[in-house]
Every structure is written in C-alpha cells, then in structure tokens.
C-alpha cells in the first residue's frame, strides 16, 4: 500500500497530467489513472492536481466525492461487490454479505481488512439479476452464490496472494 507520496509518484502524476494536456475537460480521465496507481485518489494527489491544472481546490474535490467510482478512501488489492438489489435481496444476499463480513473479520462500517487485501461495497445492482444472488470480485461476475461458495472464492483468492508472495 502506498502510503507516502513521494516525488517519484509525483511524476507518474505528471506523465497523466501530460498525456491529457492538463485540459479540466479530461479530469475524470485524470482521476481514473491516478486511480488504478493507487487504488484511491490521495488527498496529497488530489491537491497536487488542483495546483498543477490550476483549478479550484474545491472543484477537483467535487468531482471525486461526486462520482460513486471514485474513492478518497484506500481500498483493498481485491474489491468484493455485493449485490442486494431486488433479485438478489430476496434471494438472500444479506446471508451473502453476512458471512463475506465474517470471513474477512470486518466489524460495524469497516470495509477494508487491516492487510489491504479487501474491500468490501455493498451495491444496488449489478445486472445481473437472472444469476441471483451476485457477487463480483476484481470486475469478475460470480452467480447463484452461497455462503460456501463465498468462503471457497475468499480463500481462494488468499491462497493465491501467499503464493505471489512466495515468487
């Protein structure tokens, strides 16, 4: 996780800035790439912008807290959605998220495990309501879920990440 921004982050910054001309029409363009360096649009970053285009602190801080995909906050290496629109809901996605809470230790509001390694929204709908209950993990559709096949994804996923460590 990034915590610090440092000069060299800085300039991958700037390649962005360059790349869109540091037009203001290109912000959401500019806050999509700063985005996938990051996971999350730093505050640091965020005014580092704001002073390099020349736009209004504010400004720039609307854009971000307007546009549900953006976050101020950092996420995880894997972001987990779960679905309890209408078709999921009465198919029990509340057991969905219930365990997914359990298996990844988050209590009350936290959404991030202390590792970094997860994220976890709740969404309104993810479309695909013919394969209720849904999950998506890392843009990845997972139907017709159970709290077991959660479990088996979760671990999945953690296995993978302790044997990308070990390379």
Sequence with gaps: ????????????????????????????????EVQEIYRYLPEEILVYISTAMGIAPSRIFGVATFYESFSLEPKGK????????????????????????EILNLKGDTKTTDDMLFTLDTVSCLGACGLAPVIVINDKVYGNMTPEKVRQLINDIKEASCNDQDS
Excluded: W
């Design 1 to 32: 996780m990034v915590n610090d921004i440092s000069c060299r982050n800085f300039e991958k910054v700037n390649k962005i800035l360059e790349k869109y001309d540091y037009k203001p029409s290109n912000l959401i363009s500019i806050f999509q």
């Design 78 to 101: 894997n972001l987990i959605k779960v679905c309890d629109g209408t078709a999921c809901h009465v198919r029990n996605s509340d057991k969905i998220l219930s365990t997914t809470k």
